[in-house]
Protein backbone atom coordinates (compact mmCIF):
# COMPACT_ATOMS: atom_id res chain seq x y z
CA UNK A 1 0.00 0.00 0.00
CA UNK A 2 1.47 3.54 -0.73
CA UNK A 3 0.19 5.72 1.51
CA UNK A 4 -1.11 9.47 0.96
CA UNK A 5 0.31 12.34 1.71
CA UNK A 6 -2.74 14.96 2.74
CA UNK A 7 -2.86 16.66 6.13
CA UNK A 8 -4.37 14.56 9.39
CA UNK A 9 -6.94 17.50 10.45
CA UNK A 10 -9.29 15.68 12.82
CA UNK A 11 -13.13 16.44 11.47
CA UNK A 12 -13.85 18.40 15.13
CA UNK A 13 -17.38 20.07 15.91
CA UNK A 14 -15.54 23.47 17.28
CA UNK A 15 -14.13 23.41 13.63
CA UNK A 16 -17.60 24.02 12.58
CA UNK A 17 -17.87 27.26 15.35
CA UNK A 18 -14.61 28.59 14.67
CA UNK A 19 -15.15 28.19 10.43
CA UNK A 20 -18.48 30.28 11.20
CA UNK A 21 -16.72 32.64 13.30
CA UNK A 22 -13.85 33.45 10.62
CA UNK A 23 -16.03 33.47 7.84
CA UNK A 24 -19.52 34.35 8.57
CA UNK A 25 -19.12 36.53 11.65
CA UNK A 26 -21.94 38.99 11.29
CA UNK A 27 -24.69 36.23 10.59
CA UNK A 28 -26.78 36.66 13.07
CA UNK A 29 -28.41 33.58 15.40
CA UNK A 30 -32.05 34.43 16.86
CA UNK A 31 -34.34 32.57 19.15
CA UNK A 32 -37.46 33.21 20.78
CA UNK A 33 -36.37 32.99 24.65
CA UNK A 34 -38.35 31.88 27.97
CA UNK A 35 -37.86 35.09 28.91
CA UNK A 36 -40.81 35.82 26.76
CA UNK A 37 -38.61 38.19 23.94
CA UNK A 38 -36.38 38.02 21.27
CA UNK A 39 -32.82 37.97 21.36
CA UNK A 40 -30.35 38.25 18.79
CA UNK A 41 -26.52 37.07 18.67
CA UNK A 42 -23.89 36.53 15.68
CA UNK A 43 -21.26 33.76 15.21
CA UNK A 44 -18.79 35.97 16.41
CA UNK A 45 -20.50 36.44 19.75
CA UNK A 46 -21.64 32.41 19.72
CA UNK A 47 -18.37 31.37 19.53
CA UNK A 48 -16.89 33.61 21.99
CA UNK A 49 -19.88 32.71 24.36
CA UNK A 50 -19.05 29.18 23.84
CA UNK A 51 -15.34 29.70 24.68
CA UNK A 52 -16.78 30.64 27.92
CA UNK A 53 -19.19 27.38 28.33
CA UNK A 54 -15.23 25.37 27.74
CA UNK A 55 -13.56 27.36 30.87
CA UNK A 56 -16.60 27.05 32.64
CA UNK A 57 -17.42 23.45 32.97
CA UNK A 58 -13.66 23.09 33.10
CA UNK A 59 -14.15 25.26 36.51
CA UNK A 60 -16.83 22.62 37.41
CA UNK A 61 -14.86 19.83 37.30
CA UNK A 62 -15.88 18.17 34.32
CA UNK A 63 -13.54 16.41 32.24
CA UNK A 64 -13.13 15.28 28.98
CA UNK A 65 -15.20 12.13 27.88
CA UNK A 66 -17.68 13.38 30.66
CA UNK A 67 -21.54 13.85 29.60
CA UNK A 68 -23.08 17.15 30.17
CA UNK A 69 -27.10 17.21 29.71
CA UNK A 70 -29.62 19.52 28.72
CA UNK A 71 -33.15 19.70 29.04
CA UNK A 72 -33.62 23.11 26.50
CA UNK A 73 -35.32 24.27 24.14
CA UNK A 74 -34.21 25.32 20.69
CA UNK A 75 -32.32 28.44 21.48
CA UNK A 76 -28.83 30.59 21.35
CA UNK A 77 -27.65 29.22 24.93
CA UNK A 78 -28.36 25.47 23.76
CA UNK A 79 -26.26 26.24 20.66
CA UNK A 80 -23.30 28.00 23.21
CA UNK A 81 -23.50 24.32 25.18
CA UNK A 82 -23.39 22.32 21.56
CA UNK A 83 -20.21 24.37 20.75
CA UNK A 84 -18.83 24.64 24.33
CA UNK A 85 -19.85 21.37 25.68
CA UNK A 86 -18.70 19.36 22.50
CA UNK A 87 -16.12 21.47 21.30
CA UNK A 88 -13.90 20.82 24.78
CA UNK A 89 -13.77 17.05 24.23
CA UNK A 90 -16.74 16.05 26.81
CA UNK A 91 -20.02 14.74 25.26
CA UNK A 92 -23.21 16.49 25.28
CA UNK A 93 -26.37 14.60 25.72
CA UNK A 94 -29.34 15.97 24.92
CA UNK A 95 -32.61 14.73 27.25
CA UNK A 96 -36.27 14.94 26.08
CA UNK A 97 -38.50 16.89 28.16
CA UNK A 98 -41.32 15.24 27.14
CA UNK A 99 -40.39 11.89 28.09
CA UNK A 100 -42.25 10.81 31.76
CA UNK A 101 -40.03 12.20 35.06
CA UNK A 102 -39.22 8.33 35.76
CA UNK A 103 -37.46 7.77 32.41
CA UNK A 104 -35.73 11.20 32.09
CA UNK A 105 -34.09 9.95 35.19
CA UNK A 106 -33.71 7.16 34.46
CA UNK A 107 -31.96 8.18 30.86
CA UNK A 108 -29.75 10.99 33.20
CA UNK A 109 -28.43 7.55 35.58
CA UNK A 110 -27.49 5.31 32.47
CA UNK A 111 -25.52 8.17 30.71
CA UNK A 112 -23.82 9.21 33.97
CA UNK A 113 -24.48 13.00 33.69
CA UNK A 114 -22.48 14.83 35.37
CA UNK A 115 -23.51 18.28 34.72
CA UNK A 116 -27.33 19.56 33.71
CA UNK A 117 -28.25 22.92 31.70
CA UNK A 118 -32.07 23.19 31.97
CA UNK A 119 -34.91 26.13 30.83
CA UNK A 120 -36.53 27.81 33.81
CA UNK A 121 -39.83 25.74 31.66
CA UNK A 122 -38.35 22.55 33.06
CA UNK A 123 -37.78 23.16 36.83
CA UNK A 124 -40.76 21.05 37.87
CA UNK A 125 -39.27 18.28 36.29
CA UNK A 126 -35.94 18.97 37.59
CA UNK A 127 -37.10 19.70 41.23
CA UNK A 128 -39.00 16.03 40.36
CA UNK A 129 -36.35 14.25 39.62
CA UNK A 130 -32.70 16.11 41.41
CA UNK A 131 -33.09 13.07 44.18
CA UNK A 132 -33.16 10.36 41.86
CA UNK A 133 -30.61 11.25 39.52
CA UNK A 134 -26.92 10.92 41.55
CA UNK A 135 -23.96 11.26 39.00
CA UNK A 136 -25.19 14.85 38.27
CA UNK A 137 -23.14 17.55 40.65
CA UNK A 138 -24.73 20.73 38.69
CA UNK A 139 -28.15 21.76 37.64
CA UNK A 140 -27.84 25.12 35.60
CA UNK A 141 -30.39 27.13 35.15
CA UNK A 142 -30.22 28.75 31.51
CA UNK A 143 -31.05 32.11 32.63
CA UNK A 144 -29.44 35.30 34.28
CA UNK A 145 -29.34 36.30 37.73
CA UNK A 146 -32.15 38.63 37.63
CA UNK A 147 -34.23 35.73 36.80
CA UNK A 148 -32.90 32.57 38.73
CA UNK A 149 -35.55 30.99 40.28
CA UNK A 150 -35.83 29.94 44.26
CA UNK A 151 -35.45 25.84 44.54
CA UNK A 152 -36.16 24.67 47.87
CA UNK A 153 -35.03 21.83 46.49
CA UNK A 154 -32.42 21.96 44.18
CA UNK A 155 -29.03 23.47 44.54
CA UNK A 156 -29.29 25.65 41.58
CA UNK A 157 -26.40 27.52 39.63
CA UNK A 158 -26.94 30.54 37.56
CA UNK A 159 -25.88 30.01 33.30
CA UNK A 160 -25.09 33.66 33.25
CA UNK A 161 -23.24 34.05 36.07
CA UNK A 162 -21.02 31.35 35.21
CA UNK A 163 -20.57 32.58 31.78
CA UNK A 164 -19.90 36.32 33.34
CA UNK A 165 -17.21 34.11 35.85
CA UNK A 166 -15.46 32.49 32.41
CA UNK A 167 -12.52 33.82 30.66
CA UNK A 168 -13.47 33.96 26.59
CA UNK A 169 -10.01 32.92 26.12
CA UNK A 170 -10.23 29.27 25.16
CA UNK A 171 -8.03 27.29 22.53
CA UNK A 172 -9.91 24.21 21.06
CA UNK A 173 -8.27 21.09 22.26
CA UNK A 174 -7.31 18.75 19.33
CA UNK A 175 -8.12 15.14 19.90
CA UNK A 176 -8.84 12.30 18.10
CA UNK A 177 -12.32 12.86 15.59
CA UNK A 178 -13.38 9.39 16.88
CA UNK A 179 -13.59 10.65 20.62
CA UNK A 180 -17.87 11.22 21.71
CA UNK A 181 -18.94 14.58 20.87
CA UNK A 182 -22.53 14.05 21.78
CA UNK A 183 -25.61 11.06 22.88
CA UNK A 184 -29.05 10.99 22.08
CA UNK A 185 -31.40 8.53 23.61
CA UNK A 186 -33.85 6.24 21.37
CA UNK A 187 -37.50 6.74 22.14
CA UNK A 188 -37.87 3.42 23.72
CA UNK A 189 -41.52 2.71 22.85
CA UNK A 190 -40.45 -1.18 23.90
CA UNK A 191 -38.33 -1.61 26.56
CA UNK A 192 -35.56 0.78 28.36
CA UNK A 193 -34.28 3.52 25.82
CA UNK A 194 -30.96 2.96 24.29
CA UNK A 195 -27.89 5.98 24.38
CA UNK A 196 -26.37 6.45 20.87
CA UNK A 197 -23.43 8.14 21.03
CA UNK A 198 -22.61 10.16 17.82
CA UNK A 199 -18.30 11.01 17.27
CA UNK A 200 -16.87 14.31 15.96
CA UNK A 201 -16.06 12.31 12.65
CA UNK A 202 -19.49 11.47 12.01
CA UNK A 203 -20.95 14.66 13.11
CA UNK A 204 -19.20 16.29 10.83
CA UNK A 205 -18.94 14.01 8.02
CA UNK A 206 -23.25 13.71 8.05
CA UNK A 207 -23.35 17.76 8.36
CA UNK A 208 -21.07 17.97 4.94
CA UNK A 209 -23.77 15.26 3.56
CA UNK A 210 -26.86 16.99 4.92
CA UNK A 211 -25.86 19.83 2.96
CA UNK A 212 -25.65 18.84 -0.69
CA UNK A 213 -27.54 20.09 -3.04
CA UNK A 214 -29.64 16.84 -3.38
CA UNK A 215 -30.01 16.76 0.12
CA UNK A 216 -31.17 19.60 2.02
CA UNK A 217 -29.27 21.89 -0.05
CA UNK A 218 -28.30 24.69 2.48
CA UNK A 219 -26.19 27.46 1.69
CA UNK A 220 -25.58 31.18 3.16
CA UNK A 221 -28.37 32.19 1.84
CA UNK A 222 -30.66 30.38 3.55
CA UNK A 223 -32.47 31.61 6.95
CA UNK A 224 -32.95 28.09 8.66
CA UNK A 225 -35.59 27.96 11.16
CA UNK A 226 -35.56 24.36 12.53
CA UNK A 227 -38.59 23.37 14.35
CA UNK A 228 -37.63 20.25 15.54
CA UNK A 229 -35.88 20.17 18.23
CA UNK A 230 -32.51 20.02 19.31
CA UNK A 231 -32.64 17.13 21.58
CA UNK A 232 -34.30 14.99 18.91
CA UNK A 233 -31.21 13.68 17.15
CA UNK A 234 -29.54 17.22 17.00
CA UNK A 235 -32.66 18.89 15.49
CA UNK A 236 -31.67 16.74 12.62
CA UNK A 237 -27.89 18.24 12.39
CA UNK A 238 -28.98 21.80 11.25
CA UNK A 239 -27.55 23.37 14.52
CA UNK A 240 -23.94 21.91 12.65
CA UNK A 241 -25.00 22.29 9.34
CA UNK A 242 -26.12 26.15 9.53
CA UNK A 243 -22.61 27.17 10.62
CA UNK A 244 -20.76 25.12 8.37
CA UNK A 245 -22.34 26.81 5.34
CA UNK A 246 -23.14 30.26 7.29
CA UNK A 247 -26.52 29.93 7.29
CA UNK A 248 -28.79 32.41 9.68
CA UNK A 249 -30.48 30.20 12.26
CA UNK A 250 -33.76 31.06 14.11
CA UNK A 251 -35.11 29.91 17.19
CA UNK A 252 -38.98 29.25 17.86
CA UNK A 253 -38.16 28.12 22.21
CA UNK A 254 -40.90 26.72 23.44
CA UNK A 255 -43.47 28.62 21.19
CA UNK A 256 -44.20 26.16 18.38
CA UNK A 257 -48.20 26.45 17.69
CA UNK A 258 -49.11 27.75 14.24
CA UNK A 259 -49.09 31.18 15.09
CA UNK A 260 -46.08 31.75 16.58
CA UNK A 261 -44.36 30.09 14.18
CA UNK A 262 -45.85 31.57 11.15
CA UNK A 263 -45.29 35.15 12.93
CA UNK A 264 -41.59 33.96 13.51
CA UNK A 265 -40.80 32.98 10.00
CA UNK A 266 -42.33 36.32 8.27
CA UNK A 267 -40.31 38.50 10.86
CA UNK A 268 -37.12 36.88 10.57
CA UNK A 269 -37.36 35.93 6.53
CA UNK A 270 -36.95 32.19 7.25
CA UNK A 271 -36.21 30.50 3.90
CA UNK A 272 -36.12 26.89 5.36
CA UNK A 273 -37.24 24.84 7.80
CA UNK A 274 -37.49 21.40 9.49
CA UNK A 275 -40.20 19.26 11.69
CA UNK A 276 -42.15 16.45 12.14
CA UNK A 277 -45.59 16.39 10.35
CA UNK A 278 -47.45 16.90 13.44
CA UNK A 279 -45.62 19.90 14.07
CA UNK A 280 -47.06 21.40 10.39
CA UNK A 281 -50.74 20.03 10.64
CA UNK A 282 -50.46 22.90 13.15
CA UNK A 283 -49.02 25.60 11.29
CA UNK A 284 -51.42 24.74 7.93
CA UNK A 285 -53.96 24.80 10.46
CA UNK A 286 -53.32 28.39 11.05
CA UNK A 287 -52.05 29.92 7.58
CA UNK A 288 -55.65 27.73 5.87
CA UNK A 289 -57.72 29.49 8.80
CA UNK A 290 -56.14 32.82 8.55
CA UNK A 291 -55.94 32.45 4.64
CA UNK A 292 -52.12 33.59 4.79
CA UNK A 293 -49.14 33.07 2.04
CA UNK A 294 -45.26 32.84 3.13
CA UNK A 295 -42.98 35.44 2.03
CA UNK A 296 -39.76 34.06 2.38
CA UNK A 297 -40.27 30.60 2.61
CA UNK A 298 -39.57 27.96 -0.39
CA UNK A 299 -39.10 24.82 1.31
CA UNK A 300 -39.08 22.75 4.35
CA UNK A 301 -37.90 19.09 5.47
CA UNK A 302 -40.87 16.57 6.33
CA UNK A 303 -39.61 13.65 8.68
CA UNK A 304 -39.55 11.42 11.56
CA UNK A 305 -42.78 9.52 10.24
CA UNK A 306 -44.25 9.78 6.73
CA UNK A 307 -45.20 13.01 5.21
CA UNK A 308 -49.18 12.52 3.76
CA UNK A 309 -49.51 13.32 0.64
CA UNK A 310 -52.38 15.88 1.32
CA UNK A 311 -49.71 17.97 3.46
CA UNK A 312 -47.05 17.37 0.19
CA UNK A 313 -49.52 18.80 -2.10
CA UNK A 314 -50.84 21.83 -0.31
CA UNK A 315 -47.50 22.85 1.15
CA UNK A 316 -46.17 22.83 -2.83
CA UNK A 317 -49.26 23.37 -4.94
CA UNK A 318 -51.08 26.33 -2.84
CA UNK A 319 -48.10 27.74 -0.57
CA UNK A 320 -45.48 27.22 -3.16
CA UNK A 321 -43.45 25.75 -0.40
CA UNK A 322 -41.23 22.88 -1.73
CA UNK A 323 -41.54 19.78 0.44
CA UNK A 324 -38.01 17.66 1.07
CA UNK A 325 -39.67 14.55 2.15
CA UNK A 326 -36.82 12.94 4.48
CA UNK A 327 -36.24 9.75 6.22
CA UNK A 328 -33.86 8.51 9.02
CA UNK A 329 -33.33 8.08 12.62
CA UNK A 330 -31.49 8.43 15.90
CA UNK A 331 -29.14 5.42 14.76
CA UNK A 332 -28.61 7.57 11.52
CA UNK A 333 -27.61 10.90 12.99
CA UNK A 334 -30.38 11.31 11.97
CA UNK A 335 -30.44 11.49 8.12
CA UNK A 336 -30.22 8.65 5.06
CA UNK A 337 -32.68 9.59 2.46
CA UNK A 338 -33.56 12.40 0.96
CA UNK A 339 -36.55 12.68 -2.01
CA UNK A 340 -35.22 14.97 -4.22
CA UNK A 341 -35.61 14.82 -8.56
CA UNK A 342 -32.40 13.44 -10.93
CA UNK A 343 -32.32 15.64 -14.23
CA UNK A 344 -34.41 13.09 -16.01
CA UNK A 345 -37.27 13.17 -13.96
CA UNK A 346 -37.99 16.48 -15.98
CA UNK A 347 -40.03 15.07 -18.04
CA UNK A 348 -42.29 13.50 -15.73
CA UNK A 349 -45.49 15.12 -15.32
CA UNK A 350 -46.68 16.88 -11.96
CA UNK A 351 -48.25 13.62 -10.42
CA UNK A 352 -45.36 11.39 -11.11
CA UNK A 353 -43.02 13.69 -9.35
CA UNK A 354 -45.39 14.24 -6.50
CA UNK A 355 -45.58 10.13 -6.35
CA UNK A 356 -41.87 10.50 -6.56
CA UNK A 357 -41.58 12.87 -3.83
CA UNK A 358 -44.01 10.56 -1.47
CA UNK A 359 -41.21 8.34 -1.52
CA UNK A 360 -38.97 8.99 1.52
CA UNK A 361 -35.74 9.34 -1.47
CA UNK A 362 -32.36 8.76 -2.18
CA UNK A 363 -29.93 7.55 -0.09
CA UNK A 364 -27.31 10.22 0.36
CA UNK A 365 -23.78 9.44 -0.25
CA UNK A 366 -22.45 7.87 3.03
CA UNK A 367 -25.09 5.80 3.57
CA UNK A 368 -25.19 2.40 2.09
CA UNK A 369 -29.06 0.74 2.25
CA UNK A 370 -30.68 -2.77 1.32
CA UNK A 371 -33.68 -4.52 1.88
CA UNK A 372 -33.26 -8.41 2.87
CA UNK A 373 -36.53 -11.03 3.01
CA UNK A 374 -36.99 -13.31 6.20
CA UNK A 375 -33.87 -15.31 4.99
CA UNK A 376 -31.43 -11.86 5.11
CA UNK A 377 -31.69 -12.26 0.75
CA UNK A 378 -31.35 -9.12 -0.88
CA UNK A 379 -34.55 -8.39 -2.38
CA UNK A 380 -34.42 -6.41 -5.78
CA UNK A 381 -34.23 -2.80 -6.49
CA UNK A 382 -37.99 -2.62 -8.19
CA UNK A 383 -40.09 -0.67 -6.40
CA UNK A 384 -42.67 -3.57 -5.61
CA UNK A 385 -40.49 -6.08 -3.56
CA UNK A 386 -40.39 -5.08 0.14
CA UNK A 387 -38.51 -6.52 3.00
CA UNK A 388 -36.74 -5.38 6.24
CA UNK A 389 -34.03 -1.97 5.64
CA UNK A 390 -30.64 -2.27 6.44
CA UNK A 391 -27.95 0.15 6.61
CA UNK A 392 -24.30 1.13 7.08
CA UNK A 393 -22.27 3.96 7.26
CA UNK A 394 -19.67 6.37 8.80
CA UNK A 395 -22.91 8.28 10.67
CA UNK A 396 -24.71 5.09 11.18
CA UNK A 397 -24.70 3.51 15.18
CA UNK A 398 -22.21 0.42 15.69
CA UNK A 399 -23.13 -0.31 19.16
CA UNK A 400 -25.56 1.22 21.65
CA UNK A 401 -24.02 2.82 24.73
CA UNK A 402 -23.14 0.31 27.48
CA UNK A 403 -24.70 -2.80 25.70
CA UNK A 404 -22.65 -5.68 25.12
CA UNK A 405 -24.30 -6.84 21.97
CA UNK A 406 -23.89 -5.68 18.85
CA UNK A 407 -27.25 -4.38 16.93
CA UNK A 408 -25.50 -5.24 13.51
CA UNK A 409 -26.73 -7.94 11.31
CA UNK A 410 -23.25 -9.83 9.70
CA UNK A 411 -24.13 -10.55 6.03
CA UNK A 412 -22.61 -13.36 3.81
CA UNK A 413 -19.52 -11.04 2.81
CA UNK A 414 -18.85 -10.82 6.53
CA UNK A 415 -20.27 -6.68 6.52
CA UNK A 416 -22.38 -5.25 9.73
CA UNK A 417 -25.70 -3.86 8.55
CA UNK A 418 -28.08 -2.11 11.09
CA UNK A 419 -31.42 -3.18 11.01
CA UNK A 420 -33.60 -0.47 10.91
CA UNK A 421 -36.90 -1.83 12.08
CA UNK A 422 -38.46 -0.20 9.21
CA UNK A 423 -39.78 -2.30 5.75
CA UNK A 424 -39.59 -0.40 2.37
CA UNK A 425 -39.26 -1.21 -1.26
CA UNK A 426 -36.51 0.73 -3.23
CA UNK A 427 -36.93 0.72 -6.70
CA UNK A 428 -34.77 1.01 -9.70
CA UNK A 429 -33.58 4.90 -9.09
CA UNK A 430 -32.66 3.71 -5.52
CA UNK A 431 -35.41 5.63 -4.38
CA UNK A 432 -36.18 3.64 -0.99
CA UNK A 433 -39.90 3.92 0.08
CA UNK A 434 -41.53 2.77 3.79
CA UNK A 435 -44.09 0.59 3.90
CA UNK A 436 -44.29 0.54 7.67
CA UNK A 437 -42.35 0.56 10.97
CA UNK A 438 -42.08 -3.51 11.25
CA UNK A 439 -44.01 -3.64 14.63
CA UNK A 440 -47.00 -1.67 12.52
CA UNK A 441 -47.68 -3.40 9.50
CA UNK A 442 -50.81 -5.21 9.85
CA UNK A 443 -50.96 -8.80 8.64
CA UNK A 444 -54.53 -9.80 7.17
CA UNK A 445 -54.38 -13.47 6.51
CA UNK A 446 -50.69 -13.78 5.52
CA UNK A 447 -50.96 -10.27 3.40
CA UNK A 448 -49.52 -7.40 4.70
CA UNK A 449 -51.16 -3.89 4.85
CA UNK A 450 -49.40 -0.71 4.82
CA UNK A 451 -50.85 1.51 7.85
CA UNK A 452 -49.25 4.73 6.56
CA UNK A 453 -50.95 4.16 3.24
CA UNK A 454 -54.34 3.33 5.07
CA UNK A 455 -53.64 7.22 7.09
CA UNK A 456 -52.85 8.84 4.00
CA UNK A 457 -56.16 8.18 2.51
CA UNK A 458 -58.28 9.36 5.70
CA UNK A 459 -55.79 12.77 6.27
CA UNK A 460 -56.66 13.42 2.27
CA UNK A 461 -60.40 13.81 3.62
CA UNK A 462 -60.87 17.18 4.11
CA UNK A 463 -62.92 16.72 7.76
CA UNK A 464 -60.17 14.47 9.14
CA UNK A 465 -57.34 16.03 11.51
CA UNK A 466 -55.20 13.19 12.08
CA UNK A 467 -55.65 9.66 11.88
CA UNK A 468 -53.73 6.04 12.87
CA UNK A 469 -54.19 2.59 11.22
CA UNK A 470 -53.86 0.24 13.77
CA UNK A 471 -53.97 -4.09 13.92
CA UNK A 472 -57.05 -5.05 15.52
CA UNK A 473 -57.44 -8.72 16.18
CA UNK A 474 -59.76 -10.39 13.82
CA UNK A 475 -60.51 -14.60 14.24
CA UNK A 476 -60.21 -15.23 10.43
CA UNK A 477 -57.52 -13.44 9.36
CA UNK A 478 -55.35 -12.56 12.37
CA UNK A 479 -55.43 -9.04 12.70
CA UNK A 480 -57.76 -6.36 9.99
CA UNK A 481 -56.83 -2.46 9.87
CA UNK A 482 -58.95 -0.04 12.46
CA UNK A 483 -58.72 3.32 11.55
CA UNK A 484 -58.70 5.58 14.85
CA UNK A 485 -59.75 9.26 13.56
CA UNK A 486 -60.03 12.95 14.94
CA UNK A 487 -62.17 15.00 13.01
CA UNK A 488 -61.22 18.71 12.41
CA UNK A 489 -63.01 21.10 14.65
CA UNK A 490 -66.83 22.11 13.69
CA UNK A 491 -66.29 18.91 10.59
CA UNK A 492 -68.93 16.68 10.62
CA UNK A 493 -68.20 13.03 8.88
CA UNK A 494 -69.16 9.79 9.63
CA UNK A 495 -67.99 6.11 9.21
CA UNK A 496 -69.95 5.18 6.30
CA UNK A 497 -68.38 8.56 4.31
CA UNK A 498 -64.89 8.11 5.79
CA UNK A 499 -64.99 4.18 4.10
CA UNK A 500 -66.78 5.71 0.96
CA UNK A 501 -63.68 7.52 0.42
CA UNK A 502 -61.76 4.54 0.09
CA UNK A 503 -63.31 3.38 -2.70
CA UNK A 504 -60.46 2.96 -5.86
CA UNK A 505 -57.98 4.33 -4.10
CA UNK A 506 -56.48 1.12 -2.17
CA UNK A 507 -57.36 -2.51 -2.72
CA UNK A 508 -60.72 -3.31 -1.16
CA UNK A 509 -59.29 -6.18 1.30
CA UNK A 510 -56.99 -3.08 2.67
CA UNK A 511 -59.97 -1.01 3.14
CA UNK A 512 -60.44 -0.83 7.31
CA UNK A 513 -62.87 -2.89 8.98
CA UNK A 514 -64.07 -0.22 11.31
CA UNK A 515 -63.39 3.29 11.98
CA UNK A 516 -63.28 4.92 15.58
CA UNK A 517 -63.51 8.52 16.05
CA UNK A 518 -61.64 10.25 19.31
CA UNK A 519 -60.97 13.55 20.64
CA UNK A 520 -57.04 12.90 20.13
CA UNK A 521 -54.21 10.59 19.16
CA UNK A 522 -51.81 10.10 22.06
CA UNK A 523 -48.15 11.57 20.51
CA UNK A 524 -44.97 10.13 21.12
CA UNK A 525 -41.94 12.53 23.15
CA UNK A 526 -40.76 13.51 19.26
CA UNK A 527 -44.44 14.23 17.72
CA UNK A 528 -45.35 10.64 16.49
CA UNK A 529 -48.41 8.96 16.84
CA UNK A 530 -48.02 6.57 19.49
CA UNK A 531 -49.64 3.78 18.31
CA UNK A 532 -47.90 0.94 20.80
CA UNK A 533 -50.83 3.42 23.60
CA UNK A 534 -53.60 2.71 20.67
CA UNK A 535 -52.78 -0.95 20.53
CA UNK A 536 -52.98 -0.94 24.21
CA UNK A 537 -56.11 0.84 24.18
CA UNK A 538 -58.23 -1.13 21.27
CA UNK A 539 -56.47 -4.13 22.28
CA UNK A 540 -59.96 -6.06 23.06
CA UNK A 541 -61.94 -3.88 20.79
CA UNK A 542 -64.70 -5.93 18.62
CA UNK A 543 -64.57 -5.64 15.18
CA UNK A 544 -68.23 -5.94 13.45
CA UNK A 545 -68.70 -9.26 11.98
CA UNK A 546 -65.94 -10.64 13.64
P1 LIG B 1 -36.44 8.30 15.64
O1 LIG B 1 -35.22 7.54 15.94
O2 LIG B 1 -37.27 8.60 16.84
O3 LIG B 1 -36.15 9.50 14.83
O4 LIG B 1 -37.37 7.35 14.75
C1 LIG B 1 -36.91 6.78 13.56
C2 LIG B 1 -38.04 6.11 12.85
O5 LIG B 1 -39.01 7.08 12.43
C3 LIG B 1 -37.65 5.42 11.57
O6 LIG B 1 -37.07 4.17 11.79
C4 LIG B 1 -38.97 5.35 10.84
O7 LIG B 1 -39.77 4.28 11.30
C5 LIG B 1 -39.64 6.64 11.24
N1 LIG B 1 -39.46 7.64 10.19
C6 LIG B 1 -38.55 8.63 10.13
N2 LIG B 1 -38.71 9.37 9.01
C7 LIG B 1 -39.75 8.83 8.34
C8 LIG B 1 -40.42 9.12 7.10
N3 LIG B 1 -40.08 10.15 6.34
N4 LIG B 1 -41.42 8.32 6.73
C9 LIG B 1 -41.82 7.26 7.49
N5 LIG B 1 -41.24 6.95 8.66
C10 LIG B 1 -40.22 7.72 9.08
Given at each position: MLHGQ???TPLLISGLIEHADRHHPDVEIVSRRVEGDVHRTTYRDLHRRARQVANAIGGLGIKPGERVATLAWNGYRHLELYFGVSGSGSALHTLNPRLIAEQIAWIINDAEDQALFFDLTFLPIIEGIASHCKSVRHWVAMIDKEKMPASSKVNLLCYEDLLAAASDHFAWPQFDENTASSMCYT????GHPKGVLYSHRSTVLHSMAAALPDAL?????DCI???????HVNAWGLPYVAPMVGAKLVFPGGALDGKSLFDLFEAEKVTCSAGVPTVWQGLLAHTEANNLRFSTMRRTVIGGSACPPSMLRLFQEKYGVQVLHAWGMTEMSPLGTVSTFKGKHDALSAEQRLALQYKQGRAIFGVDMKIVDADGQDLPWDGKAFGDLLVRGPWIVDRYFKQADSPLRTDAGGQGWFPTGDVATIDADGFMQITDRSKDVIKSGGEWISSIDIENVAVSHPAVAMAACIAARHPKWDERPLLVVVRKPNAQITREQLLAHYEGKVARWQVPDDVVFVDAIPLGATGKMLKTRLREQFKDYRLPGA
Amino acid sequence: MLHGQMMQTPLLISGLIEHADRHHPDVEIVSRRVEGDVHRTTYRDLHRRARQVANAIGGLGIKPGERVATLAWNGYRHLELYFGVSGSGSALHTLNPRLIAEQIAWIINDAEDQALFFDLTFLPIIEGIASHCKSVRHWVAMIDKEKMPASSKVNLLCYEDLLAAASDHFAWPQFDENTASSMCYTSGTTGHPKGVLYSHRSTVLHSMAAALPDALNLSARDCILPVVPMFHVNAWGLPYVAPMVGAKLVFPGGALDGKSLFDLFEAEKVTCSAGVPTVWQGLLAHTEANNLRFSTMRRTVIGGSACPPSMLRLFQEKYGVQVLHAWGMTEMSPLGTVSTFKGKHDALSAEQRLALQYKQGRAIFGVDMKIVDADGQDLPWDGKAFGDLLVRGPWIVDRYFKQADSPLRTDAGGQGWFPTGDVATIDADGFMQITDRSKDVIKSGGEWISSIDIENVAVSHPAVAMAACIAARHPKWDERPLLVVVRKPNAQITREQLLAHYEGKVARWQVPDDVVFVDAIPLGATGKMLKTRLREQFKDYRLPGA
